[in-house]
């Protein structure tokens, strides 16, 4: 298993490109089930979650073509997948497939909406507390669908099609309200979706069924509206900018010091933790090209922060905030509010010598002057890449074991930081 050395104390300075958002890459993918015509997708990131699904639409008998670089494409440019479900061979997604990323779980929507059954395993991913799925199954059953547990498998059926349905969600789901607004496209009548997500991704996903001929409305607010159409074409739609790559490379100039230029980058889609940013010390602009971040000369500040759906802190910067505070010159409160269970880095940051206690939902973290880098292992995505920034800024050397966490998320990450001057390699095998 590939493993990533970084030998820590170098400033950051350059220009990063903002890769499309994996997840809005993942249920625009999967989108592309509610429609026998072609949906292309441009900016997809090369990432080993969006191969995965590749794999798991394959096996629906949807054909997916990655377009070649055109000329003046810039290395860095995201991959043009051309994706067609014209003809669905088959409507189960096995466990052997699914187990290994819990977004995938989605497709029982489209599948339901226009082939009007679907058996797809029980999800895995990220072990980040208990990440139920009964949001998506009852907001299913709302739409009118029959569905059964059996074996580990959900199975889905709705004969006559999926009806329109008022969905209240009793907590913001992001994959909730993915699935509710994906069965809906294609449901006969009206969808009223409240206490709906918000996050750009969902919008993004309404934008692009809006251009395949969906009827949405209100998307990006907590009230989405779906008229139900007969029939959904193809379209041609661009992935927006991953905000979370975007906060994660500014926590981590936080951190080290620099300056760098985040090209692509979209401010107004994390603003919370751009202002979080500010406050802690770092200097952020906002220019043409993205987002400027500099920290030079002053400290780190510490803040305290609570993680909430958009337009709050990001729940998937929360990691990376906290190796940001390890450093911070006195105490700062995390709180996580989304997930329980989600301070699996808490014990890896201690072997930087970083001081965290818990307190049920809030970790109170001591800062430091300097953390040392030693061997650590990422057990989640996001918690991955905080190890990757403690270690930018810690003496000597780490070794960030089971980068596979890593690559499912991150385009091309040692690539991107080492190009801005860290010791940053990967080592094979
Ligand atoms: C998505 C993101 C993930 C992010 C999260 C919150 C993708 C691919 N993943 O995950 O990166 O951290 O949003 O912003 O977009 N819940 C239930 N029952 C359900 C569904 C969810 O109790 O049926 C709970 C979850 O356990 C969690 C909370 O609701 O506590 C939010 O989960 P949700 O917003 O659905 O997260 P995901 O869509 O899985």
């Given amino acids: 298993m590939d493993r990533i050395r970084i030998v820590g104390g170098n400033k950051l300075n350059g220009t990063i490109p903002i890769s499309g958002a994996k997840n809005a890459a993942l249920p625009l993918m999967i989108a592309s089930l509610l429609t026998d015509e072609t949906l292309i997708l441009e900016n997809v990131p090369r990432l080993a979650d969006v191969a995965q699904l590749q794999r798991i639409l394959g096996n629906h008998g949807v054909d997916i073509m990655a377009a070649g670089k055109r000329p003046g494409d810039h290395e860095y440019q995201g991959q043009t997948l051309h994706i067609s479900a014209a003809n669905i061979i088959d409507t189960t997604a096995p466990y052997e497939l699914v187990s290994r990323m819990r977004a995938s779980f989605w497709v029982i929507a489209p599948l339901l909406a226009r082939m009007h059954e679907a058996k797809v395993s029980l999800p895995g991913g990220c072990a980040i507390g208990t990440r139920p799925v009964d949001l998506l199954i009852e907001a299913l059953e709302k739409l009118g669908a029959d569905i059964t547990i059996d074996g580990g498998y959900v199975i889905a059926r709705a004969p006559g099609g999926l009806k329109g349905a008022e969905i209240d969600f009793p907590k913001v789901t992001v994959s909730g309200t993915h699935v509710a607004l994906m069965a809906a496209t294609l449901a006969k009548g009206t969808t009223v979706i409240t206490n709906a997500a918000c996050e750009p991704e969902v919008l993004d996903v309404a ?37 979370i790559e975007t906060g994660t490379y500014a926590m981590a100039v936080a951190m080290t010091g620099g300056d760098v230029q985040l090209n692509g980058a979209r401010p107004e889609l994390l603003q919370a933790a751009l202002d979080v940013l500010t406050e802690a010390g770092a200097e952020i602009s906002v220019n043409n090209e993205g987002i400027r971040v500099t920290r030079n000369g002053a400290g780190i500040r510490p803040v305290n922060v609570s993680t909430s759906p958009f337009p709050g802190f990001p ?55 300097t953390l040392r880098g030693a061997p650590v292992m990422a057990t989640d995505l996001r918690a991955s890449v905080s190890l990757v920034i403690a270690a930018l800024a810690a003496e000597g050397e780490t070794m960030v074991n089971r980068v596979y966490h890593l690559d499912r998320g991150f385009e091309r990450l040692e690539d991107k930081l080492s190009a801005c001057g860290a010791t940053i390699e990967r080592l094979s095998g």
Avoid: Y
């Fill in 315 to 369: 729940t998937d910067l929360q990691a990376q905030f906290m190796a940001l505070m390890t450093r911070a010159g006195g105490a700062s409160h995390i709180t996580e509010t989304i997930f329980e269970n989600r301070f699996m880095h808490v014990q890896e940051l201690a072997r930087f010598g970083a001081r965290i206690h818990l307190d049920g939902e809030t970790a109170i973290v001591e800062g430091i002057e």
């Fill in 207 to 243: 934008d692009c069924l809006n251009k395949m001929g969906a009827r949405v409305s209100g998307a990006g607010t907590p009230r989405i509206v779906v008229e139900g159409v007969t029939k959904l074409h193809g379209a041609r739609h661009t992935v927006l900018p991953d905000r």
